[in-house]
Nanobody, 116 residues
Framework: QVEVVESGGGLVQPGGSLRLSCAAS????????MGWYRQVPGKLRELVAV???????TYADSVKGRFTISRDNAKNTVYLQMNSLKAEDTAVYYC??????????WGQGTQVTVSS
């Protein structure tokens, strides 16, 4: 059993910053990918950023230069540093964890609202 828990969401003004955290726990041999997705009502969930076990990163074009994904392999934790936030970044952000030879797991989501 694997549990994925996000934290760090909240209300921030345009141009502000937030740092999201996601910790995976339970029976885990190794994690090959950890990523962040976001979703707004009526739209598909979209990838924001993903990081491999070796540290390779991929970002959505809309967040390049503003968001940074990182991970602490020893803690099975992934972070998303979000800077220069825009109103269009408002969404529920979900953490996704791929566990080797086990499966893919999702967190419950954390709300990020960018508004004046």
């Amino acid at each position: 059993q694997v549990e994925v828990v996000e934290s760090g969401g909240g209300l921030v003004q345009p141009g502000g910053s937030l740092r999201l955290s996601c910790a995976a726990s339970g029976s885990i041999r190794s994690i090959y990918l950890m990523g962040w997705y976001r979703q707004v009502p009526g739209k598909l969930r979209e990838l924001v950023a993903v990081i491999s076990g070796g540290g390779a990163t991929t970002y959505a074009d809309s967040v390049k230069g503003r968001f940074t994904i990182s991970r602490d392999n020893a803690k099975n934790t992934v972070y998303l540093q979000m800077n220069s936030l825009k109103a269009e970044d408002t969404a529920v952000y979900y953490c996704n964890v791929g566990v080797s030879r086990q499966g893919v797991y999702w967190g419950q989501g954390t709300q990020v609202t960018v508004s004046s």
